[in-house]
């Protein structure tokens, strides 16, 4: 089998993340040691109906991707607090740094998921969330998908992830060898738009910074608009 191609890429990332998360927490502590950082961590999830999961997946992140200093507690979680169904290029086992080059495709990619949620709830609208842009840099070798909506279609499904799961799953825990440091592909829910999926909480350049904030309102119909809630004030 042919290897995937790489790619070099440095850029500033954005994620946009619910503001009801806490921007600081037991990794931001540059002064604890990375055992003490793991057991801190569970005992502050104790209250959390997750801590089995959370407990699961410490493990798998070996101690020198335990990452600390400002902004390490919203990295951690990426890896640490995902979704139980996974996301496209990740299963249920360990999250990932699931980011864009430019706040306008993160914002498309919540909102995909985000209506998706609700509309499985019944009464959910009209709702209301508040989100947090937060900002990164990454500068790593990622696997190249950029440009193969067409040849890995598979990969690119608009719902189906299990390909796109299993490709992961295979770059990320190779049988021998190191895997990948994650992949660069084109968004699926915005034309022009690129994300990265950085499996090493290590290659976020650290310290992540908080930028807008945002609400997403749908109406009664599930019609959902969004405002940055700096236009709001005045």
């Not at 961590?41 to 200093?69: K, M, Y």
């Not at 979680?77 to 740094?97: K, N, P």
């Not at 190191?178 to 090493?200: F, L, P």
């Amino acid at each position: 089998m042919t290897a995937p191609a790489r790619a070099r890429v440095r850029e500033t990332t954005h994620r946009l993340i619910a503001s009801r998360y806490p921007p600081v927490g037991v990794f931001d502590d540059l002064a604890a040691d990375k055992e003490e950082l793991a057991i801190a961590f569970l005992l502050e999830s104790a209250t959390n109906d997750r801590l089995a999961v959370l407990s699961r997946r410490l493990p798998l992140l070996p101690r020198n991707e335990i990452v600390q200093g400002p902004g390490a507690t919203m990295v951690m979680a990426a890896f640490l607090h995902a979704d139980g169904a996974g996301g496209r290029f990740t299963d249920g086992r360990l999250g990932a740094w699931y980011a864009s080059f430019d706040v306008d495709t993160a914002i498309a990619e919540t909102l995909y998921h985000s209506t998706r949620r609700l509309r499985l709830s019944d009464g959910a609208f009209p709702s209301n969330i508040q989100m947090r842009e937060i900002v990164a840099g990454i500068d790593c070798d990622l696997v190249e998908l950029r440009g193969e909506q067409q040849t890995r279609a598979d990969l690119y499904h608009p719902e189906d992830y299990r390909a796109a799961q299993a490709f992961g799953a295979a770059l990320r825990w190779p049988p021998s060898g190191e895997g990948a440091n994650g992949i660069v592909c084109d968004s699926v829910r915005r034309g022009g738009g690129t994300n990265v999926c950085v499996y090493r909480p290590s290659l976020v350049i650290l310290p992540v910074s908080q930028a807008d904030h945002y609400e997403y309102r749908w109406d009664a119909a599930g019609e959902v608009s969004v405002l940055r809630l700096s236009e709001m004030k005045g």
